[in-house]
């Protein structure tokens, strides 16, 4: 068992890809240090120097190894490292497969579209965004059905892979819907994934580590200043 020495996070309590690796952390009750990033106008050397390539958040840093990057390969990492501590990627080669297309689905494809919506300054451009975003959610709904085979999760009776993945912009989903009066998981268009967003925004794992609606709403007010924003 890793204890808080041994892993460290580099982060920032708005990141969704931070709150992904928390999530992921939290399942696997591994003990972590939280480096946090104070200032989004202003990244610390730390970060600087783990990730020179891209300079964001979240980084891992696991004993005397080099420092990892992105949030989809600091998950799978985690997983192959401790595969006894709640496995979150299925074992079978094809489903394994099938969680890497829509992850990379859902941080190409579909979050995209929320920044999109954020920059996007008039009513008809907003409402064709708000219109792939409909399609996306319906994708991931098709998605959730085959995956899920009628359990709660993407992973069947527990969390998995693809929970964590899309969970963690649930939060997000929330305060964009509040703002641009709209419902990502609308329980008329897309019912499975409405009650999938009820279940994995309550779960433990999740809650203590996503930021609620006043975190949020400062942060919307930095990224209109800051461009591009900072992840």
């Given amino acids: 068992m890793a204890n808080e020495s041994e892993i460290k996070l580099i ?8 709150n992904r690796v928390q999530f992921a952390l939290n399942l696997k009750s591994l ?3 939280y ?18 390539v891209h300079k964001k958040v979240p980084v891992l840093l696991h004993a005397d190894k080099p420092p990892i990057c992105e949030s989809l390969a600091i ?11 709640f496995q979150l990627l ?6 394994r497969a099938n969680c890497r297309f829509w992850a990379a689905y859902i941080d190409t494809k579909f979050f995209p579209l929320y920044e999109e919506l ?16 409909i399609k996306a959610t319906q994708l991931l709904e098709e998605a959730f059905i085959k995956s899920s085979n009628g359990k709660s999760y993407f992973g069947g009776d527990q969390v998995g892979y ?17 703002l641009y009066d709209f419902n990502t998981f609308d329980e008329g268009k897309t019912p499975q994934l409405a009650k999938w967003a009820k279940n994995i925004s309550s779960h433990e794992g999740l ?14 007010m930095v990224l209109n200043l800051v461009k591009p924003p900072y992840k």
């Fill in 207 to 220: 809650k203590c580590v996503a930021p609620g609606k006043e975190i949020l709403t400062k942060l919307f």
């Fill in 35 to 52: 480096l946090v990033e104070t200032d989004i106008t202003r990244k610390s050397e730390l970060l600087l120097k783990s990730n020179p």
């Fill in 162 to 178: 693809l929970d964590v993945v899309l969970g963690c912009f649930v939060s997000w989903t929330k305060h964009v819907d509040e």
């Fill in 90 to 95: 299925p074992l079978e080669p094809l489903h």
């Fill in 11 to 18: 982060g920032a309590p708005t990141s969704p890809f931070v």
């Fill in 118 to 133: 954020r920059q996007t300054m008039n009513k008809e451009g907003q409402e064709a965004i708000k219109e792939e975003m």
């Fill in 75 to 85: 998950i799978e990492y985690l997983d192959e490292m401790f595969p006894g501590l």
């Fill in 31 to 33: 003990k972590y240090e």
